[in-house]
């Protein structure tokens, strides 16, 4: 049974730093395409981040066009861990931030199997 489970979210003033991170199991993560979404209320789940595995020590990562700049994200295949960190947060940042699992590396939803439970992330201005 493939879980993501993620943490690390909360509450921050703008200009603030979170780092989240999300735990796979049940899956061989090495493998995987590991994405970060977000959806604010009443909108439609958008594409945060994505890092692929390329073998070696080689990766690749996206961002939106939003956060880039601002948000890094990283993994640890010894940990089976992907993480965000996010810096120079804004009030428009605020949303419930999910990870998924998927083979492709797009961005978009569908390209992605395995979906966390979400972890809230509110800026205050």
């Known amino acids: 049974q493939v879980q993501l489970v993620e943490s690390g979210g909360g509450l921050v003033q703008a200009g603030g730093s979170l780092r989240l991170s999300c735990a796979a199991s049940?899956?061989?993560?090495?493998?995987?395409?590991m994405g970060w979404f977000r959806q604010a209320p009443e909108k439609e789940r958008e594409f945060v981040a994505v890092i692929t595995w390329s073998g070696g020590r080689t990766y690749y990562s996206g961002y939106a066009d939003s956060v880039k700049g601002r948000f890094t994200i990283s993994r640890d295949n010894a940990k089976n861990t992907v993480y965000l960190q996010m810096n120079s947060l804004k009030p428009e940042d605020t949303a419930v931030y999910y990870c998924a699992a998927g083979r492709s590396g797009r961005s978009s939803p569908g390209a992605y199997g395995y979906w966390g439970q979400g972890t809230q992330v509110t800026v205050s201005s």
């Open positions: 049940g899956l061989t993560f090495s493998t995987y395409a």
